[in-house]
Each structure stands twice: as structure tokens, then as C-alpha cells.
């Protein structure tokens, strides 16, 4: 019982077990087998390694951005002159990576709280019964009072008035001037898992140079200065079109670096995209056009709290940034070669299928990769006194000249197994 286990364990740590391997002599076969390989390999290197950069570990930043516009506006309506600053057309003014720039507005000066009649068009009325007291319309301006105004056979309202008259939006735009304003933005960028940290006030990006360039796709990629008109155009809209009724405009800054090289070759590129509407289609096939909101500014009038409301129509600018750091790691380059070499099993998969089931002699090469044992080969084994190699090495070579028909087939000398064979 000692003796086997120690042979058990000596069979265990000093011995090595290899599958045999037999060498087909075939043409076609080994021309599928070199194929598939060669296309494992050319995924493995041109895919993995090359485009999907399979030998690098990323990161995505956290990043901020500032903002801040310069620009002043001009208008005049009837007689009336105004000029408008950053503090007048930009909401909300803390520089923030997504803001309005006002480009048209309907401004209704004097409104107080009190009893007024409903703009017409809005809840016609013929009679008191028409208009329900108490109640709230989804597109009124008030609460009702239950009394219907015979001047403009609407019903009134408790509100702030006059009410807000919107059916006619200002055209052109009551300031196209905008165009030329110019935003300033400032990101910043951290790959925590890498510790790089870039600004895109990257070299050479100085005071001086600031002070003179404007953003160009080509002539000027890296200043950080844009004009609107530019960031319109870019997005692929008309500028009158959208400063009339509004839209929205996304600036994306994108951090694609490759840390392997140089940290100062990690630089952003600014993309434009219209986020809002198609730009080609008209007004008309749209459910809802442009981009607008409300905003009021309170003041004492005799002692009376007054307003004026302002329906603000203006260009939204939503700030993306988008970043992927790469880096050498060992851990994903021996993973993927790990993957890549376990894919090319395919090709014996494949080869094998081949042989066992689609080639003429299949029986033959079934006979020659499998080993099949039972008690009468044992016997005859044991009869003639031939070890195990030698007596399937005699079994192989008999069926191989049965079942070819004869030493003169090509296709036996195509498909012959070599072997070594060592007698007793």
C-alpha cells in the first residue's frame, strides 16, 4: 500500500503528460488552418492592439468649466434707445456651463396686480355663464372672476396687467448685434487614476495671445475665445433663424489623450452641434419652435408693486466635455494576448471538423487522432509480446494500406502520419 502511494505521488510531481499530435500531409486542409490563423492574427494586431488600443488602460476626467461673455447690444424701438450689457442678456450671469444669451425679447412694461380682460383670442366669452368664476385656465393669465368683458368678448381675469400680448415675435430680431458678442471659456481637466491635470489654457496659450485671437477651426484650433455668429455657423444653423425664436447649441471640448507620449501633446478639440431642431426644416413643421422663457423685474410704483415682464427668446449654450486618457498598462496587454491566442484554437476546431466529416479518407483520419481499446487487442497484444506503441503503431499502418487500396495511391502519400518506432 506504501509502495503505491508513493508511486502515486513520484507520478504525480515528476512526470509530464503532452497530447499526441499527428501531422497531416494535405493541402487544403493546411491552407484553411494557415488562413483562419492569419486572420486571428491580423484581428488580433490590427483590431485589438492597433484601433482599439488594447495594450493601454483609460480613464475618464473630472473636469469644470467657466464661462464668461463680453458684448454690448443696441436697440431702438419706437424712438426709444437702449444699449444692452452682459448683466442685461445673459442668464443666469454666474458663468455657468449652460446659459441663455438673450437674442429677441416682448417686453411689457407697467404691469400691476388687479382686474383686466383676457388677450383676445383667449377664452371668447358671449355671456357671464361662459366664464366660470374661481376657476384657471392652462393658458390664461389669471384666475377668472365670472364676468365677460363685452369691448373684447373675453373673460376677466385677476392679474397681472395688461396681460402679456405674445402673438407677434419681433422680426427681424431685435438684437441681431449679438452676433458679434464673444464667449470666453476656461476648463480644466483631472485624470485621477493617471494624476495628469491640463487646462485648456494650454503653451503658448498667454494673456497676449488671448487678448488678440478668435476661435478658428483651422487658422486658430486652441484659443478659447468664440463668436457667437462663428458658433452658430459652426452648429450648421442660420443665425436670424435661430436669434428669432431661440434653440440650443452644444459646445463639446474633447480630451482624447494618449499619455504614452508627451503631456503637452494633450490638447482639446472643440466640436458645435445644433442640439435643438433640424435647421433644414421650416417653422411651420415643427410642434414647438425656439427656445424662450419669462423673466420679470420688480419695482415700487406709488406704492404699488409694479413689473415689467420680459418673454425672452434666446440661443442656449450647453457645455460638454468629454474626455478618455490612455496609458500603457501590462495587466490589459497580456489580456488581450492571453484572448487573442486562445482564439486561435478556432483554426484546429475548425480543421479538425474538416478532417473527421468532410474529407474522403475521414475514416482514415479518425482512426489515426482517436485510440480505441478493448479486451480483444489486448489479447492479441499480449499473444504476440508487443509493447502498446509498437502493436497500434502495426494496427495504424495495415488499416492505412486497406483502406487506401494500394502503396501507388497519391492520395495515401498526401495523407501519411510519421512515426517513430522503436522495437522491443
Known amino acids: 500500500m506504501k509502495s503505491h502511494i508513493t508511486n502515486a505521488l513520484s507520478d504525480f510531481f515528476f512526470e509530464y503528460e503532452t497530447p499526441r499530435q499527428v501531422l497531416v500531409r494535405n493541402r487544403r486542409v493546411g491552407v484553411v488552418c ?148 464673444t464667449l470666453f471659456i476656461k476648463n480644466s481637466v483631472t485624470f485621477p487614476i493617471f494624476g495628469v491635470s491640463r487646462s485648456n489654457l494650454v503653451e503658448g496659450i498667454d494673456g497676449d495671445y488671448i487678448s488678440k485671437c478668435l476661435h478658428h477651426p483651422q487658422d486658430a484650433p486652441l484659443c478659447p475665445i468664440f463668436r457667437l455668429g462663428d458658433i452658430v455657423t459652426l452648429s450648421g444653423f442660420n443665425f436670424e433663424t435661430i436669434a428669432r425664436v431661440g434653440g440650443a447649441i452644444g459646445i463639446v471640448v474633447d480630451w482624447t489623450c494618449n499619455l504614452d507620449v508627451n503631456v503637452k501633446h494633450c490638447k482639446p478639440q472643440y466640436n458645435f452641434h445644433g442640439l435643438y431642431g433640424n435647421p433644414t426644416e421650416t417653422d411651420k413643421a415643427r410642434a414647438s419652435v425656439g427656445y424662450n422663457f419669462r423673466y420679470a423685474k420688480h419695482y415700487l410704483e406709488n406704492g404699488t408693486d409694479t413689473r415689467t415682464l420680459l418673454k425672452v427668446f434666446g440661443i442656449r449654450l450647453d457645455i460638454i466635455v468629454n474626455s478618455l486618457a490612455r496609458k500603457f498598462d501590462i495587466i490589459p496587454t497580456l489580456t488581450a494576448i492571453g484572448s487573442g491566442v486562445g482564439i486561435f484554437g478556432v483554426a ?56 487506401t487500396g494500394g502503396p501507388d495511391d497519391r492520395d495515401s502519400e498526401a495523407c501519411s502520419t510519421e512515426t517513430d518506432l522503436s522495437k522491443k
Not at 473630472?62 to 444699449?83: L, P, Q
Request: charged share 20%; aromatic share 10%.
Open 34 to 181: 494557415r488562413l483562419i490563423q492569419l486572420g486571428v492574427l491580423a484581428y488580433i494586431i490590427g483590431w485589438v492592439f492597433i484601433y482599439e488600443k488594447g495594450y493601454q488602460s483609460t480613464d475618464k476626467a473630472v473636469s469644470s468649466v467657466f464661462t464668461k461673455m463680453k458684448g454690448v447690444g443696441y436697440t431702438s424701438i419706437n424712438g426709444t434707445e437702449r444699449v444692452w450689457d452682459v448683466a442685461d442678456y445673459v442668464f443666469p450671469p454666474q458663468g455657468d456651463s449652460s446659459f441663455v444669451i438673450m437674442t429677441n425679447y416682448i417686453i411689457t412694461e407697467g404691469q400691476k396686480m388687479g382686474k383686466c380682460p383676457e388677450l383676445r383670442g383667449k377664452h371668447s366669452c358671449s355671456s357671464n355663464s361662459d366664464c366660470e368664476g374661481g376657476s384657471f385656465k392652462r393658458t390664461g393669465h389669471g384666475e377668472m372672476t365670472g364676468v365677460c368683458v363685452n369691448a373684447t368678448k373675453t373673460c376677466e381675469v385677476l392679474a397681472w396687467c395688461p396681460v402679456e400680448n405674445d402673438h407677434n415675435i419681433p422680426d427681424p430680431p431685435l438684437l441681431m448685434s449679438a452676433e458679434n458678442y
Open 348 to 403: 484546429t476546431v475548425v480543421c479538425d471538423l474538416v478532417l473527421l466529416y468532410v474529407l474522403p479518407k475521414r475514416e482514415f483520419y479518425k482512426n489515426m487522432k482517436f485510440k480505441q481499446t478493448d479486451t480483444h487487442e489486448q489479447h492479441d497484444r499480449e499473444s504476440l509480446g508487443l509493447e502498446t506503441s509498437t502493436y497500434y503503431t502495426l494496427e495504424a499502418n495495415a488499416r492505412q494500406v486497406q483502406g
